[in-house]
Nanobody, 123 residues
Framework: QVQLVESGGGSVQAGGSLSLSCLVS????????MGWFRQAPGKEREGVAN???????SYADSVKGRFAISKDAAKNTLYLQMNNLKPEDTAMYYC?????????????????WGQGTQVTVSS
C-alpha cells in the first residue's frame, strides 16, 4: 500500500521560506506523477506544482519563480521549496500521486493523498 506523509509546514513571516517534504512509502517516488496542492479555508483545493515521473515540472502562475518542486529518488521523497512567501500562500498543503496524470491541476486524477501540512504566513 502506497502512503504519502508530508512534513515541514509551519508559521513564517511574509518574505520567509519553508521547505515541505513528502515521504513516499510502498513504491518508489519515480513511479508516479506527483503534485503539491493547497487548500485555504473556504476555498477549493488548488494545484501548486507538479512533477511527472520523467521530471517535467509545472507550476501555478501564482507561485512561479517562488516555489520549486524536486524529488530525491534515493530518499523516496518529494520536496517543495517555498521562497518569498506571501500571506495568500497560507493553506493546508497536500502531496498527491498517481501513475499517470493528464491534467496536473485536476484533483480527481490523483489516486493517493497525504494528510497535509499547515503553512501559515503572517504579514
Amino acid at each position: 500500500q502506497v502512503q504519502l506523509v508530508e512534513s515541514g509546514g509551519g508559521s513564517v513571516q511574509a518574505g520567509g521560506s519553508l521547505s515541505l517534504s513528502c515521504l513516499v512509502s510502498g513504491l518508489g517516488v519515480s513511479r508516479f506523477d506527483m503534485g503539491w496542492f493547497r487548500q485555504a479555508p473556504g476555498k477549493e483545493r488548488e494545484g501548486v506544482a507538479n512533477m511527472t515521473k520523467d521530471g517535467i515540472t509545472s507550476y501555478a502562475d501564482s507561485v512561479k519563480g517562488r516555489f520549486a518542486i524536486s524529488k530525491d529518488a534515493a530518499k523516496n521523497t518529494l520536496y517543495l521549496q517555498m521562497n518569498n512567501l506571501k500571506p495568500e500562500d497560507t493553506a493546508m498543503y497536500y502531496c498527491a500521486a498517481s501513475y499517470r496524470v493528464a491534467v496536473w491541476t485536476n484533483t480527481n486524477e490523483y489516486r493517493i493523498w497525504g494528510q497535509g501540512t499547515q503553512v501559515t504566513v503572517s504579514s
